[in-house]
Structure formats: C-alpha cells, structure tokens
C-alpha cells in the first residue's frame, strides 16, 4: 500500500506549478512534495493549452508521485486525482462534481476543475507530476467561457474568500489524495469508485476527437487502466486512450 505524505511549498507566483515542481523533481524531490501558488503566469492545460490563473482567483497545486504500480495503470493516477478533488470540493465546499473522463470536474455540466498528470523522468527513477487547477471565482477563466465553465463561487452562490476558502479545499485535498492513492494499487476499486461518480462512464452519448480521429458513440464503460470503451455508431467497440469527449445533445430540442 503506498503512503503519500504531502509537503507543501507556498510561492505568491510561478510559470507553472506544474513546471516547478518538474524542476525540483529532476533534482530529487521526495513523493508527495506539493506545491501551491497564488497566481500562475504560464499554468498549462491539457494537449499543450493554456490554464488561465490570475491570482486569487483559483487554487493552483501540483504534488510529486513516484508511483510503483506497472506504468499502464499510471492513466488511475489521474482517476484517483478525479475523485480526490470530487472529495475536497464536496465536504470543504458542499459542491457535488460530475467526472467527464478522462479527469475534467464538472458541476452543473461546466467544467469546475481540470487535472494535468505528467510523466517526466527524474534520476531517482520515472514520476508523475499531478496538477490540479480549481476554479475558486468566475474571473478564473475568460469571460467567453461562462458557459462552458464555472466556479466554486458560482456553484455555492458565494463569494470566496480566496486565502480561507482555498486553504480548507488545499487541507481536504491533501486528505483526500493520500487517501486515495494508497487504493492505487487495487485498480479495480479505482474505476469502480470513479465508475460510480462519473455520468460519462456508461450509456452517454459522446464525440470523442484525438487529433484528426473522431469517433461518435455511446461510453461503455471504463478498462481496468483507465481506458473508455465506446460503442461507436457502426457497433463496433474503441477504446479510448487519449483525446477528447464532448457530450452530444440527443435531441436539438434538450437544454
Ligand atoms: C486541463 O483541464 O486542461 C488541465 C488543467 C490543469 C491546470 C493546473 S493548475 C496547476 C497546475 N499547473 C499547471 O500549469 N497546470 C496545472
């Protein structure tokens, strides 16, 4: 069973903490060294996007894995980041999230919270880089994307105080992760647990897009590692390793 024991480093603002924390990895940080910044200049998203973070707005936080479980499983290291913030934004802000897979957090179908997991090789060994970026108030993200994004904020109908409010979340999280990650090494209980909070996992009709692939289909289910099956429109089985999923309205008519 592996024990994460997270120390957290505070910076007021970085490029990325992602990118930080991959720099003092190289150098032989420990697993579970986190850290946290009040804004960041560069935040990176998902397939080479930006993450926008201007300070106070969101809470911006990476922590060090040196995982031991086989490397195809690694994809459950995001599933368990997933189900950690799900934990955090449910019992520090009473805020009840959707998973859209492969790690998105959704409250009220927008998207409250996105995961970056990177691979990187230190030389004590291979690791994983886990950034997780909150959407603590509506000026997290662009105007235009109101409506394909929310906030804790919105969500509660509250206004955040940013310092109390991301503090209590950061305290669950922290929680929440070591909790979830000593399951790591019993993937089933992963997906399942995963399985069971996401309205993606089965039965959704969806359009998955990888580069110039793109599939329509309804979800399957989810593989022991972490890929979606998708029963495409020709009944054939995908699975599904990397990419996007939007969600496809069944009728022109749905809200
Ligand atoms: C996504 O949904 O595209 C993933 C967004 C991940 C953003 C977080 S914020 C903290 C960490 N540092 C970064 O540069 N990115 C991640």
């Not at 997780?132 to 997290?140: C, D, F, K, R």
């Amino acid at each position: 069973m592996a024990v994460l024991k997270p120390k957290v480093f505070r910076f007021e603002s970085l490029p990325s903490t992602n990118t930080e924390l991959a720099r003092l990895a190289s150098e032989g940080a420990a697993e579970g060294v986190s850290i946290v910044a009040d804004e960041q200049t560069a935040g990176r998203g998902r397939l080479q996007r930006a993450w926008s973070s201007p300070k106070g707005a969101g809470l911006y936080f990476s922590i060090l894995l040196r995982p031991v479980i086989p490397q195809n499983y690694w994809p459950l290291i995001t599933f368990m980041a997933a189900l950690a913030v799900g934990d955090a934004l449910s019992e520090a802000a009473g805020v009840q999230t959707d998973i859209k897979w492969p790690n998105d957090l959704l409250s009220g179908e927008r998207k409250i919270c996105g995961i970056l997991a990177e691979a990187i090789d230190t030389p004590a060994g291979r690791a994983v880089i886990v950034g997780i970026g909150i959407n603590l108030t509506q000026n997290a993200f662009p105007p235009q994307l109101a409506n394909v994004a929310t906030s804790v904020a919105e969500a509660t109908g509250q206004a955040m105080s940013h310092v109390v409010d991301r503090e209590r979340i950061l305290a669950v999280l922290l929680d929440a992760l070591s909790r979830w990650y000593s399951l790591l090494d019993e993937p089933e209980r992963i997906v399942d647990a995963w399985s069971n909070r996401s309205s993606y996992a089965i039965g959704k009709l969806v359009q998955v897009s990888n580069g110039d692939d793109v599939w329509q289909g309804t979800t399957s289910g989810i593989e022991r590692d972490g890929a979606l099956r998708l029963r495409t429109t020709s009944g054939e089985i995908k699975l599904v390793r990397a990419g996007d999923v939007y969600r496809i309205r069944a009728s022109k008519n749905e809200l």
